[in-house]
């Protein structure tokens, strides 16, 4: 039983291009949370997606940023015209049926952005 | 909106010894779930431990446990015995109440190193 499943582990972009995050969650999970880890800095929430809906996008930039859980395939958290800014880590979890707890979260090992 | 504040940016401690990383958190909720996680240089974020606000008995996981003080807001984790891997990123974390939004907050971290 795979756990949290993100690529790429690193992915580098150039000022203006686009970056595209994917996490494939744990079989049978249907609810995925995205986090952003700056450095030096504790992860901080981003947005939560079930199959085919954003339930809270709470933390996300109102701009350039947009995420996706399709009802096939993984979901996707994409960044256009990145900045400086946006280098790094970007984090995804899921869970079942969206109980966060106790114990049903899991965090996949993140994607290291870095922007040059 | 919740807030979780870790004090301590680094520890220090030798091998076999014990140490505490302290975290307060505040917030208007009276119930919630508390968590510790551990970061190692992976950069994979592992569960720790958990706590349950409506339990009074504080959580223990092998050589973990915490001080959960509900009326203070304080809830510290304590490694027993250190041992050289457990050097890592501690992040304490804070959730509502499992519900269609179980989004995590989490503190600034505390880096723990465990030297022989």
């Known amino acids: 039983n795979a756990g949290v499943m993100q690529n790429p582990r690193h992915l580098v972009r150039r000022r203006g291009q686009e970056a595209r995050l994917r996490c494939s969650p744990v079989k049978g999970h249907s609810h995925v949370y995205w986090y952003r880890q700056l450095p030096e800095e504790g992860l901080k929430f981003m947005v939560y997606l079930q199959k085919e809906n954003i339930i809270d996008e709470s933390g996300m930039p109102k701009e350039r940023f947009s995420a996706e859980f399709p009802k096939e395939g993984p979901s996707i958290l994409r960044i256009q015209q990145v900045v400086r800014g946006d280098s790094a880590a970007y984090f995804c979890a899921s869970s079942p049926l969206g109980q966060g707890a106790p114990g049903g979260y899991t965090f996949g090992s993140g994607t290291r952005l870095t922007v040059v | 909106a919740q807030t979780v504040t870790q004090s301590q940016p680094e520890m220090s401690v030798q091998e076999a010894e014990t140490v505490t990383l302290s975290c307060t958190y505040d917030t208007s909720e009276n119930n919630y779930y508390l968590f510790w996680y551990k970061q190692p240089p992976s950069r994979q974020m592992i569960l720790v431990i958990r706590?349950?606000?409506?339990?009074?008995q504080n959580a223990t996981e092998n050589r973990f446990s915490v001080n959960f003080q509900k009326a203070a807001k304080s809830f510290s984790l304590k490694i027993s015995d250190s041992q050289l891997g457990d050097t890592a990123m501690y992040f304490c974390a804070f959730m509502k109440e499992a519900g269609t939004a179980s989004k995590l907050t989490f503190g600034t971290g505390t880096r723990l190193q465990v030297t022989l």
């Open positions: 706590q349950e606000a409506y339990k009074q």
